[in-house]
Structure formats: C-alpha cells, structure tokens
C-alpha cells in the first residue's frame, strides 16, 4: 500500500542539554508523515475544505516503541506505510531508521470522520471514500525532501 519516505537532520532544537533527541520529537515526525500520506491519497486539508462532508482524519490511537535514540546532527530516515485499510479507517506503520539500523516503530489508526447532524463539533466515522481508498491502496513510494 501507499508508502512514504523522508529523511530529517536531528537538529539542536530537538533534543535535550546532552544531545540527545527528545522522544516527542517522534511523535511529530509520525504526525507529520501521516499528513503527507493523507494528502497524497488526496485527503489533505485543501481537499477536506472542499467536501462540506469530510471534517478530518484524526488519529484515535498512536503508539510508538523506541529502540535507540539518535543524537544532533543524525539523519534519520522515516518510512511511513498504511499497513491496514478498513471500512471507515487505517493503520499506519512508522519506521525510524539511521543508517539501516532500527531506531523507532510507531503505529496510527487514523477515522475518516464527519460531523454529526447533531453538532458539527462532534464527529463520527464513516466509510472512506472510494477515491482516497484507491489511493491508499496503492502500491507505490513517494520520496519526501
């Protein structure tokens, strides 16, 4: 399925007095890869503000198991990929690497959802629309720089 892949520096500002990264850092990164996915699956926030039916794809469950920190000035590689494609939401798979060595693994089940009748702040899920589902199915890598 739809794969993606984007390296970035680990910069002082990432990390704690010692050098090392701080482990929120990841989380961004995970946030950030799958809001890349979602645009070019053709769900990004210009797409949603076009359909009054779609209000997001938020995440209901992120989790995420570090191996090995890197330190300032490492380029890391993350390779995000849906794994998963249900009816109305997916799983995303986050691997962090340097240099081919495993750093991180995180995971994301993301909602296609609507607001309800009821209240436009309270949303719901529904069926991910054929289109977007084609293009997360795709079997293809999109390099990020």
Known sequence: MLTARQNHRVEWG????TGAIQTTQ??????????RLCEVAGFGH???????QLKGFPAVSVEAELISLPKYGDIITVTSRVVRLGNS???IEHVFELDSHLLAKGYEIKVCATGSEQNQHELQAIPIPEHIRKNFADQRLIEFS
């Open 14 to 17: 990432h990390c704690d007095p």
């Open 26 to 35: 990841f989380h961004f990164w995970i946030e950030q890869a799958s809001h």
């Open 46 to 52: 210009a797409d949603i503000e076009k359909d009054p």
């Open 89 to 91: 939401s997916l799983q």
